[in-house]
């Protein structure tokens, strides 16, 4: 009889992968060295690292990876100079760097190496390229960001090729291991978009993570918008503003697409809204615009609800728009939990 040797970091990636940062960082702190093979060492502290990044802590990560370290950490570091926001030139420097570490045929086919370069070419909105690079698998996490990357498209003129591509890696993630927590969450990603009763799996699947790992602003603000879609929008106000509690400025409190009635009484459709400029979903987004099927216009509304106003100081911005071209522009106060509406002309 053959032994399996324990998995000493099944729960610190599970931690990072429903977004429990904070989980994560901890746990990987305790986790003994000593207990580690070489490889584990490593995956530890890209995930610890990765949680920092997370958390907004790009300069910490900087900070502590040096030039001496292995190719995965050096990775992780372009990744946290590329999303730092900081000087002039970083965003470049970092893409620069990372292509020189990608032409390497000694290290370019590391898959913490690729899962960055997926990750940074999405931000850059180049698609094409990122999924170079996480179009052959290698593990379930670029498996997953294939999934994210084709559900980030704006591309409602081929959302149909989109959902096909989105089933296709799917289907992929649920041979190798259906019950795999980034394969649950890869599906709730795509029940979302499908619709219908789609949206009761997706939420059972949500509520399945709340009840195994701790509530993060991922898992809550998934349930939020399966609440939403259902129509519950007075239990699904209560699960954001907990993700608020939580975290006002994490790059995964979102407000989801939501029925939101303006000062006219008017129903709006509202774009989500997350607290980090430099983050991929804040590029900004189109009004809904209509698709051939339900699914292709759920799948462009996916692609539409990570966009972004946040004021300069500490209040979160949702902005809306009805039927007659307006936006309608909640302000969230951090501190009193406020808010306050306005109207304005799009044109």
């Avoid at 219908?196 to 009840?211: N, T, V």
Wanted: aromatic share 6%.
């Amino acid at each position: 009889m053959t032994s399996t040797s324990p998995d000493h970091l099944f729960g610190l990636r599970n931690s990072f992968y429903v977004g429990a940062y904070q989980a994560a960082i901890t746990g990987s702190q305790s986790v003994p060295a000593h207990a580690l093979s070489p490889d584990e060492v490593l995956h530890r502290d890209a995930i610890l690292y990765r949680s920092y990044i997370a958390i907004g802590s790009h300069q910490l990560v900087i900070d502590e990876i040096g030039p001496a370290a292995a190719t995965p950490l050096q990775a992780v570091k372009l990744l946290a100079l590329y999303l730092s926001g900081g000087a002039a030139g970083n965003k470049e420097s970092a893409v620069s760097r990372l292509k020189e570490l990608l032409g390497d045929p000694a290290v370019g086919s590391n898959l913490i190496l690729r899962l960055v370069a997926g990750t940074i070419f999405m931000h850059q909105q180049d698609y094409a390229e990122a999924l170079k690079h996480t179009n052959s698998g290698g593990n379930m996490e670029l498996l997953a960001l294939n999934v994210r990357i084709y559900l980030q498209m704006h591309r409602p003129d081929h959302a149909e090729k989109q959902l096909r591509a989105v089933r296709h890696w799917l289907r992929v993630m649920q041979k190798l291991d259906e019950d795999h927590t980034l394969t649950q969450l890869a599906s709730a990603w795509v029940h979302l978009v499908m619709g219908g009763s789609k949206i009761q799996e997706a939420y059972l699947i949500f509520q399945d993570l709340s009840e195994k790992y701790p509530a993060s602003c991922m898992i809550l603000n998934g349930k939020a918008q399966c609440l939403m879609h259902m129509g519950n929008f007075e239990q699904a106000e209560g699960l954001l503003l907990e993700s608020l509690n939580k975290d006002a400025k994490d790059a995964q409190t979102l407000f989801k697409p939501r029925r939101v009635q303006s000062e006219t009484g008017e129903t709006c459709v509202a774009l989500s809204q997350i607290a980090q400029p430099e983050h991929v979903w804040s590029s900004g987004c189109p009004l809904l615009k209509t698709a051939s099927t339900e699914p292709a216009k759920r799948l462009h509304e996916f692609s539409c609800i990570f966009s972004l106003n946040l004021s300069p100081k500490t209040n979160t911005c949702l902005t809306a728009a009805n039927s007659k071209q307006q936006l309608i522009i909640l302000t969230f106060s951090s501190n009193s939990q406020q808010s306050t509406s306005t109207t304005r002309d799009i044109f």
